[in-house]
């Protein structure tokens, strides 16, 4: 399962907005559109809209390459891409390799450019369905056999260019032969673990069970959950994890309870740039998300609303790191500059 594809030079995406009553694609055809889809959350996810990003970007430089102010509108579209949607870093970080790319070929056709940032786009597109794999194969040691298993939002092949992050894991434990229950927080207000989440383990026929947010303490003090894994947006060099609004009340009481808490994050998301969560935008959405959804209202008309989409959840309640090099344990002791370093995947990712 992809959310996006690229087929007869057009980025086409299912619209994650509808999900599950309809399955609709989408075309976007240059870079205004693409950034239109990520903005509006026709695509979301970190790694999806990263990789949408980039097709963004070559889809601008295909229909430009006429265009003698070729190079001001390449920046321009670039500029408007990673302004779609402000906490996800993934989306500077794909923006940022595609302007490396252009940079480097300064000197050459701006078809040239245009054919190199597209197939760029197809490597980022299967590179992440590769990661997501290895990331995956990390993760799933890290659950027994029989675990009951909390995720929020969606961090699955939806929210990526396939397999998933934090469902990656899930994905990967039960195809080592693991028998896993998969608890879905509703994820208030976008509802992405009840409409995206709960319909992706279905489609896998992977054992879930739909709870709404405030179900989560209720569980976790009776003993129903062995272990969190949830993906993350960004996380900051202090290891600090920004997630989806709400993960950071899972966290405080995963702490509560003892239960390990883990975070799916492909190297793209750590932004080593960004001292900690506080110095991270976090996205405000419109209020119509949280007085009603789909054409029902059920606030009073006129009443004050907050939406922030994203949260920041303390490195100090963060189990483990798992990333596609490997886990790392209790990430608010270690430096993840040098370790990511050692890696050697420091310039990958800066
Ligand atoms: O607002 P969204 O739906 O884009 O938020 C998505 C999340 O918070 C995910 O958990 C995160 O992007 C990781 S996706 C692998």
Known sequence: MSPIRFEQGRLLLIDQRVLPAQQ?????????????????????????????????????????VHDPAFSRRMQQACRRLMDARPTAVNLRWAVEKQQGL???????????????????AHGMHADDIALNRRLGFHGQALLADGARVLTHCNAGALA????GT???????????????????????????????????????????????????????????????????????????????????????????????????????TLDLRTATGADVPIEERSAQEVTGHAGVVWAPAGVKVRNPAFDVTPAELVSGLITEAGVIHEPAGVDLKQWFEAQGAHGEQQ
């Not at 950034?35 to 990003?53: K, W």
Request: with cysteine; charged share 15%; proline share 2%.
């Open 24 to 64: 609709v694609w989408i075309a976007c055809a240059n870079a205004v559109e693409t950034a239109d889809a990520i903005r509006d959350m026709v695509v979301r996810g970190a790694p999806a809209i990263g990789v949408t990003a980039a097709y963004g970007v070559a889809l601008e430089a295909c229909v430009a």
């Open 102 to 120: 252009m940079q480097a070929m300064a000197t050459a056709s701006t078809s040239e450019i245009a054919a190199a940032l597209l197939q760029a």
């Open 160 to 163: 990526c260019a396939g397999y």
């Open 166 to 268: 934090a469902l990656g894991v899930l994905r990967a434990a039960v195809e080592a032969g693991k028998r896993l229950s998969v608890f879905a927080d509703e994820t208030r207000p976008f509802l992405q673990g009840a409409r995206l989440t709960a319909w992706e383990l279905m489609q896998d026929g992977i054992d879930v069970t739909l709870i709404t947010d405030n179900m989560a303490g209720h569980l976790m003090s009776r003993g129903e959950i062995d272990a969190i894994v949830v993906g993350t947006d960004r996380v900051t060099a202090n290891g600090d994890v920004v997630n989806k609004i709400g993960t950071y009340m899972v966290a405080v009481l995963a702490r509560r309870h003892g239960i390990p808490f883990y975070v799916a994050c492909p190297l793209s």
